[in-house]
């Protein structure tokens, strides 16, 4: 596998994984007020972007090993 397939593989399933962590765990960590002010969106700006971060992490963690022990690079 390429390395321009990898990439694609890896921005594909951090995706699935922020969407599917910070979708779930936002409205856990983050308690909705009547009136957001800027603070709240701050909050959930950093916590998004940690969930994106880890997640590519994640991604790529996953995808090197598959690549790794199916074409034994």
Known sequence: MNDETQKRLITI?????AYALAGRLSDVL?????????????????LKASFS???????????RR???????S
């Open 13 to 17: 399933l951090s995706s699935l994984i």
């Open 30 to 46: 983050i308690k909705e007020p009547e009136v957001r002010g800027i603070r709240d969106d701050v909050k959930e700006a950093l």
């Open 53 to 63: 971060l880890v997640s590519t992490i994640i991604a790529s963690f996953v995808i």
């Open 66 to 72: 598959v690549v790794g022990s199916r074409w034994g």
